[in-house]
């Protein structure tokens, strides 16, 4: 059993960042990938970014790609989806998830574990 937490979210105006973390426990491997995805209101849950075990690796879904990256905090060994130029059509719960495959799947069907989510809610 894998347990995850995300944190991070926020109501922001159009333009701002944010920043989401996602905390792992339980059966964690140092070899997950940690994938994103968000869902908003009547919608599927989408594919948002990736990144693989060893850090070396970063997907984007293209309606992210230039303005999410992926930053790590080395004193806490702690990755973080940074969220920069936020727009409206961003809103949504975002949650995270792990895998082993790699590259990390694109499709929600393929994870096992989620997190909670975290609300993220951007005005314009």
């Known amino acids: 059993q894998v347990h995850l937490v995300e944190s991070g979210g926020g109501l922001v105006q159009a333009g701002d960042s944010l920043r989401l973390s996602c905390a792992a426990s339980g059966r964690t491997s140092s070899s997950y990938s940690i994938s994103w995805f968000r869902q908003a209101p009547g919608k599927e849950r989408e594919f948002v970014a990736a990144i693989s075990w060893n850090y070396i690796s970063m997907y984007y879904a293209d309606s992210v790609k230039g303005r999410f990256t992926f930053f790590r905090d080395n004193t806490t060994n702690t990755i973080y989806l940074q969220m920069n130029s936020l727009k409206p059509e961003d809103t949504a719960v975002y949650y995270c998830?792990?895998?082993?495959?790699?590259?990390?799947?694109?499709?929600?069907?393929?994870?096992?574990?989620w997190g909670q989510g975290t609300q993220v809610t951007v005005s314009s």
């Open positions: 998830a792990v895998s082993i495959l790699s590259p990390p799947p694109r499709t929600q069907g393929a994870y096992r574990y």
